[in-house]
């Protein structure tokens, strides 16, 4: 049989730049595979199913053409995880999305294109924004 082992993770910090971090619920074994897990309950829509929120036009998922939910590539969740998976050198994660109808698990590739424009944007805000304040 299949043997899943979760466990808990603190704050990751960025091998590249250390002033960015990450905490991610949580890190998954399945077998031989290691990846993250992110978990999400959007309070706005937790009496809905998910397709129903994936309608809403500022849902984080959408259906795709084949009916299926899929995670929104501008959406901060998206951001957030590809934050969390450059940080920790994941390549995928569950993204774990439920409301008290139904819940989908969404896997969610590592691109590491988004993850050095991402890397690139953070360091900038770190030193235009943070370093002038704690110099202050």
């Not at 082992?5 to 890190?27: F, K, Q, R, V, Y």
């Not at 399945?30 to 829509?45: A, G, Q, R, S, V």
């Not at 937790?46 to 849902?59: G, N």
């Amino acid at each position: 049989g299949k043997i899943v082992h979760g466990s808990e993770m603190g704050l990751m910090l960025c091998t590249e730049n250390p002033c960015i971090g990450a905490s991610p619920d949580g890190l998954v074994r399945f077998n031989y595979d290691l990846y993250l897990i992110e978990i999400k309950c959007p309070y706005k829509w937790r009496k809905k199913s998910l397709h129903d929120a994936c309608k809403e036009k500022e849902s984080c998922c959408f259906l795709d053409d084949n009916n299926e939910i899929q995670l929104k590539k501008n959406h901060r969740y998206f951001t957030q995880i590809q934050g969390q998976m450059g940080v920790c050198k994941m390549q995928k994660c569950d993204f774990v999305l439920y409301t008290v109808v139904d819940f989908v698990i969404i896997t969610v590739q590592f691109d590491s294109v988004f993850w050095e424009s991402l890397l690139q944007k953070l360091s900038e805000f770190y030193v235009s924004e943070i370093v002038p304040k704690i110099c202050s």
